[in-house]
């Protein structure tokens, strides 16, 4: 016997819709996206910083490794 074809999905019948959150949830959904925000403003300042300590340590290096015109 033949194997039927697999079914073709039509246009704009993906996923269904989010349900509707209650004004309680909007806040807390509210409130978890600002504390997001806060992390990742937090972690941007730390990975700058991190990224001038290792310019820093480079420029060292490579300033004890050239030879001195003294």
């Known amino acids: 016997m033949a194997k039927r074809k ?11 819709p989010p349900p509707r959150l209650t ?3 909007e806040a807390e959904d509210e409130r978890l996206r600002a504390e ?8 941007d ?5 991190k990224i ?3 310019e820093e340590r480079k ?3 490579e300033a004890r490794l050239q030879p001195s015109a003294d």
């Open 52 to 54: 001038a300590e290792a």
């Open 6 to 16: 697999p079914r073709r999905l039509r246009p704009g019948r993906g996923l269904p």
């Open 23 to 25: 004004p309680e949830e």
């Open 45 to 49: 300042a730390i990975l700058l910083e």
């Open 36 to 43: 997001l925000i806060g992390h990742h403003a937090r972690l």
């Open 59 to 61: 420029r060292i290096r």
